[in-house]
């Protein structure tokens, strides 16, 4: 079942399947973020903004408005 990145849960993981835009597309593209790439939700600051994720051997730090431009398919 698809959902937004930031619908997951912390110490969970998900595969990327798409972007909600072009923009953070080329953005987290650079980083390592890319279709098929699996990605754990690591911890989140106090008020749950940003989140802390690993993907493709980085850790990297998200705003909540980025990670919801991310498709993921949640791993059971």
């Known amino acids: 079942m698809k959902k937004r990145l930031s619908e997951i849960g912390i110490g969970k993981s998900a595969i990327i399947s798409s972007f909600e835009n072009d923009d953070i597309f ?3 593209m650079e980083m390592g973020c890319l279709p098929g790439e699996t990605v754990k939700i ?4 106090p008020l749950g903004d940003p989140i802390s994720i690993s993907v493709a051997g ?19």
């Open 26 to 28: 080329l953005k987290l």
């Open 42 to 45: 690591d911890q989140a600051a």
């Open 58 to 76: 980085y850790h990297l730090s998200l705003r909540l408005d980025e990670a919801k431009m991310i498709w993921v398919e949640e791993n059971v």
